[in-house]
């Protein structure tokens, strides 16, 4: 049974650091695409960043700029989100998400709130 457990989330003023950790579980992952969403309160859930399986190409969402950084090791089956310089409206619950080309799997989220 395949398993995304994140982690890193919390409670941090702006213009702060956060690294948020995404611990794959169930099959082997190295070949698949990840990536983060994150849902605000009261709106829909939206792309950040996507990372392909060798680690080689990423992709971020417009208003990443610069900010944010994703990354995996796939010998540990992790995938990462730095994100700096963080602001207030960065304030949402953190997906992981893994595409296997067949199917897609969510992870249960992790909770990023920034204070002004």
């Known amino acids: 049974q395949v398993q995304l457990i994140e982690s890193g989330g919390g409670l941090v003023q702006a213009g702060g650091s956060l690294r948020l950790s995404c611990a794959a579980s169930?099959?082997?992952?190295?070949?698949?695409?990840m990536g983060w969403y994150r849902q605000a309160a009261g709106k829909e859930r939206e792309f950040v960043a996507r990372?392909?399986?060798?680690?080689?190409?990423?992709y971020y969402a417009d208003f990443v700029k610069g900010r944010f950084t994703i990354s995996r090791d796939n010998a540990r089956n992790t995938v990462y989100l730095q994100i700096n310089s963080l602001k207030p409206e960065d304030t949402a619950i953190y997906y992981c998400h893994l595409d296997t080309g067949t199917d897609d799997y969510w992870g249960r989220g992790t909770q990023v709130t920034v204070s002004s």
């Open positions: 990372i392909r399986g060798s680690g080689g190409s990423t």
């Open positions: 169930g099959r082997t992952f190295t070949g698949d695409p």
